[in-house]
């Protein structure tokens, strides 16, 4: 049962892979990002404590995310497998998220990090922007956002090469190119 974390920087596209992922394993894709939004849509207690953090381009605080992804991962009957997208995005979220995994039988068994270069994620984001008009694409938060991952999320990279679990997949591609990668990839760490 695969239960995998996408860990890349804004723009480097995530939520596409993260999806066609989770379809082709039969497993949820859990995208914290997507699940705040509606919150804050919805204006729920939780959508109100996180907006103003998301259309600055910070994180919103830990005890918020935990609890909301706690809900949708360990609740009555705690997930399999999962595709998560967006989480564990600080260590204290990685921390929390490998002790519920130790605990439970459930640890994380491939992390897969997209890389992209900052130009390329600059140009995507604006790019998306313009099309979507999400909140937070906006020039000032792009870069606010791109300097919030290299400082919070970044060192995860470590936490999980420690752990034996990271893959490193090149991010740049098409849509396709870049999902036979990361199957690829995953398919190499059960390998092992
Ligand atoms: P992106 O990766 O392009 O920034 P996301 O949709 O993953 O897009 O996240 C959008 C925003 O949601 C983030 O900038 C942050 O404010 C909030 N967010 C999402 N996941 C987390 C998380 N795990 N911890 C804290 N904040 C989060």
Known sequence: MLRALLLAPPGAGKGTQGELLAKERGVPHLATGDMLRRHVAEGTDIGKQ????????????????????????????????????????????AQLAYDWGQANNRTFNAVVSLVVPEDELVRRMLARGEQHGRADDTEETVHRRQLVYEESTKPLLEFYRQRGILTEVDGVGTVDEVAARIRAAIDALSAD
């Open 50 to 93: 996180a907006q103003a953090y998301m259309e600055k381009g910070e994180l919103v605080p830990d005890e918020v995310v935990n609890q909301l992804v706690g809900q949708a991962v360990a609740g009555d009957t705690p997930l399999d497998g999962f595709v998560l997208d967006g989480f564990p995005r600080t260590l204290e979220q």
